[in-house]
């Protein structure tokens, strides 16, 4: 026998044992499928029952109060949830660190969107960090305003442009903690 024709019996074989458990589980799957349905289908008939019985007020009534409850506990909810949420520097979002002036937003706690601007014509500022000389110096980030003529605004020594981003970022929650940042 050739390798296809074995493969060819070897699949008839696979589907002819799959199709039989299938054949075998309909049966059983189809009453449990009809309780859930019948299960469900009385409960939506009690629901509906219940909303037009009587009472003192309407069913439909109650269920109109029960669902602006329900709104007015989630409001409150993701009010307070929202306030314990607010960091309290949650304003402090610019300051001049390293005679660059420096802005950036908040996500939760965490600092977003940093970068640096010109404190002179408040253009934004690009980075050079190819500057080093031999491998006993320091990595020095410049930054500098393409606008006030190519000039250097601002130096990090250190590393390169993601180290600088992390002093930075370093200095911001120093200035947090001793709570600098409020003056």
């Known amino acids: 026998m050739s390798e296809s024709s074995i493969k060819n019996i070897r699949n008839g074989v696979i589907a002819s044992v799959v199709a039989g458990i299938i054949l075998l589980l309909i049966p059983t799957v189809r009453g449990y499928a009809a309780s859930a349905l019948d299960w469900v289908w009385s409960?939506?008939?009690?629901l509906w029952n219940s909303l037009f019985e009587s009472y003192s007020f309407s069913g439909w009534f109650l269920l109109v109060i029960f669902v602006l409850a329900?709104?007015?506990f989630l409001t409150i909810f993701f009010a307070i949830k929202s306030n314990f949420d607010v960091p309290e520097h949650s304003d402090y979002k610019e300051d001049?660190?390293?005679n660059i002036k420096w802005c950036w937003s908040w996500s939760g706690h965490e600092i977003t969107n940093l970068w640096c601007f010109c404190p002179s014509c408040d253009a934004t500022l690009v980075y050079d960090d190819s500057s080093k000389?031999?491998?006993?110096e320091p990595t020095v980030t410049h930054f500098i305003c393409e606008n006030c003529s190519n000039t250097v605004k601002g130096t990090i020594t250190g590393g390169a442009k993601s180290y600088a981003l992390g002093a930075v970022r370093r200095?911001?929650?120093?200035?947090i903690r001793t709570g600098e940042y409020e003056h």
């Open 43 to 46: 409960g939506v008939k009690w």
């Open 96 to 98: 001049s660190i390293f």
């Open 70 to 72: 329900i709104i007015g």
């Open 171 to 175: 200095e911001i929650g120093r200035r």
């Open 133 to 136: 000389n031999s491998f006993y």
